[in-house]
């Protein structure tokens, strides 16, 4: 890793320009479009379930997509939570502070400071990312906690412990616990708790409360003001930067990066995916004003070879502290091979490799929690005959790389495109990216109040496709039949396929649609 700056240095300000200029010459084969992914959209309609908890530490194993609660009496309970967190600030309606949390998490205690955590942020990749670190965390025995957002069908995704949603009784139980103090501090501030900030709060206390022995924690959106930017997290990851939610971040990657490495804090280690050089420029300079150390993909980490395999891909990634061969990743795209090399080097700094040990982890143990990694709702098959995969792209960068995954890892002789995208999202370049690949696409929507109107989004596919290789299903259920009819039509050998895409929310709703729990 790139080593802090002395203390008897006599221009901090030297050491944020070697590193800027060892930022421009990234050897090429390292670098990589990324997964797009994790909009922040509002409560979706199909949420909700649980799972039990797992009573031993290691990988995460099986579909991590709970069901609705079998026992009538907790689904109406869990409703009830989720019925009074809807009617809250959803999370795209914001305040910019952390004022609110911090008045809470003040008086249950500040429970975010009972354990160490690895703090994530970045415009795609961060619930791979995040999933990732959690599965090598927990093949080395560690309790861990996981807050990522947004959820792909079931609200209780969004925490989980020890690789596992939380059940959906413990779900109930931290919100009722908490519910007095949210009170408390509604009643005290100008704008109420947003439902984000009190998922928020529920994740930290239900850490404290397992213990865990580390959470891994991503941000809702941005990094400075976010809800989840309370913890001082001693390493800090941040994903690829893009284009998204310019409203609200800024409208260029360097703007952007300004607010996300917001969660960079003092004598913090930093590991940076490939950056756009305007935003890795920020991201070091803020590393150096609080003598942050760094470790760049492409300079201290990276992935040194990749060959597509049956279920995934083949990688040899290149760590902190060595070569790491032979690592099986059952999920498809060159973007999640490099969301994995980021999460073993956040995982070897937690852990102090490339500053205090110069030595690589155990390989059997990394290989075996790779291989256990499951990210629902991204390059996720979920039938055959025709072969349906559903991804969560939901942004140009996301798109292109989804468009290069899906090409890389299937090779359909004809691929009809389901999209069902958020009114506020670049749809134009969204479809462009995709352009190449979709021999027709049907425009639909999700049942969010953010979803784009179909009509109107066949306007714009139109514009890309040509009218004759665009189709309009208003509903979804009818959108996945006609795409899955158009695909049989080339017959049951041909190879079409079709992908379902544009938003976590069409894609968790599909899911359902199609069967997944």
Known sequence: MSERPQNDDPDPTDAFDDMVEAETQLPQALSSDRAGETPTPDLAVIEAGSRTLRAQAGPPQGDQVPARPADPEVDRALRAVEEELAGRWGETQLDPSVQRIVALLDILGTPQRAYPSIHITGTNGKTSTARMIEALLCAFELRTGRYTSPHVQSITERISLDGSPIPAERFIETYRDIA??????????????????VLTAMAYAAFADAPVDVAVVEVGMGGTWDATNVIDAGVAVITPIALDHTDRLGETPEQIAGEKSGIIKKDATVVLAQQPVDAA???LKRAVEVDATVAREGMEFGVLSREVAVGGQMLTLRGLGGEYPEVFLPLYGAHQAHNAAVALAAVEAFFGVGSEHARTLDIDTIRSAFAAVSSPGRMEV?????????DAAHNPAGAQAAAEAVTEAFGFSRLVGVVGASADKDVRGFLEAFEPIFAEVVVTRNSSQRAMDPDELAAVAVEVFGAERVQVEPRLDD?????????EEEGEFSGA???????????????LLLGRN
């Open 382 to 390: 979920v039938r055959r005959s025709p072969t349906v995969v559903l």
């Open 497 to 511: 396929g079709v992908l379902v895409t544009g938003s976590v929310i069409t894609v968790g709703e599909a899911r």
């Open 281 to 283: 420029s920020v991201m």
């Open 479 to 487: 959108a996945l039949e006609a795409a899955i009819t158009l695909a």
């Open 180 to 197: 007095p103090y949210v009170e408390m501090v509604d009643a005290q501030q100008e704008h109420r708790l947003s439902f984000f900030e």
